[in-house]
């Protein structure tokens, strides 16, 4: 599916459609194109299937009451979601039977939040790869069909075995849910496996099984599962735990990038330099190629600040910042060291003249105008180069030295030497 971001809102009444349309656009950032009849939705989706990343339907519309706008989406490959102020058992199981993204009931103040928080996490589940093991075909089917109305990408394996080939082919997949009693290799050693590779905070794994021994969930968790689903599943809790475990993942990659980066330019900063430096030269070395590390700074960037003011230096730091990582896309660390200085560890190849790159980002930097309101702001860098000392600490320090010559001799300028 496209990386769309319209929502089909069809909903017949004005005042609500109002307020969730804005919502929607509002906290999330997606267009909302809304329907208030049958009729018109059905023409929208004819026209359009391809245009939304889901639909959120009311399912009792003056022209069709019965629920017949969500067959219509369903038959188009839209995902939907139903919105509804009714609901009973009967009207459960017709839910569950369509596989919808979710139904959820418009019976307190906080179910809006439910919906922009359902609708944020199907845009979101698009990237994210699932891998079904389980010996049973029917099985793995059925799971595949409840985690593709969620918009996950599913893969399958038929045990242990298949599992780890499937995970070397593709190691992005971000959860696992594996059964327990499997030919060749079950969950348990499945699992072991699987932990030994990644960690909490790299790969979720839920654990499944129709045992009703109760030692089983308790050996999966220990063995490394974040979570336990047992056999027969009720379709809520199972979507439920899926989302709680994607989620998980969501919010520890939110955290270490938090940790890692520096938040105005989104450059890596000391802490991750530091904590990453050794493994990159250790990698030069393997490779046989040359570590440098240039510092750089922006020149009188408090007369920047003075002149214009922070919100326009801030801009220029921005813009400095996506020059660096232009400039050193790969075999790089690039990060904001504080205020207006970076640092640049870099793997050149063999007889590679060290200033030469550095350079054109000096030129490139030289070059480029930054707008801040009314303001048209130039400004040049000095760069101090070092390749020839031992170790990281002998690097910097080094190439701190070389920065301050580079200052003293007129600024603009690399000093590699």
Known sequence: MADTTTVLLVEDSRFFASMLKRRIEDVLGFAVEWKATYAEAAQAMDCCKDDFLVALLDVTLPDAPNGEIVTHALNKGIPSIIFTGGFDGKMREQFLSWNVVDYILKDSATCVDTLLHTIDRVARNRHVKILVVDDSHSMREALARLLRAQLYQVFDATDGVHALEVMDRTPDIALVITDYDMPRMDGFELIKHLREKHSKSELAIIGMSASG??????????????????????????????????EMLDHIALIRRLSETDTLTGLYNRRYFFDRAGHFLGRCAEAGRTPCVAMVDIDHFK???????????????????????????????????????????????????????????????????????????????????????????????LADDRLYAAKHSGRNRVVDG
Not at 224 to 241: I, L, Q, S, T
Not at 347 to 370: C, K, M, Q
């Open 213 to 246: 021994d109760t030692l089983t969930s308790a050996r999966l968790l220990k063995n490394g599962a974040n979570d336990f689903v047992p056999k027969p599943f009720n379709v809520e809790e199972f979507h439920c735990r899926v989302g709680n475990a994607v």
């Open 303 to 397: 007369a920047v600040n003075d002149t214009y003011g922070h919100g326009a230096g801030d801009a220029v730091l921005v813009d400095v910042a996506r020059a660096l990582a232009d400039s050193f896309p790969e075999r790089a660390i690039v990060s904001r060291f504080g205020g207006e200085e970076f640092c640049v560890l870099a793997s050149l190849a063999p007889g590679e003249p060290p200033a030469r790159a550095f350079d054109a980002l000096r030129a490139r930097i030289e070059s480029a105008t930054t707008h801040a309101g009314d303001a048209a702001i130039r400004v040049t860098v000095s760069i101090g180069v070092a390749c020839d000392a031992p170790g990281l600490h002998a690097l910097i320090t």
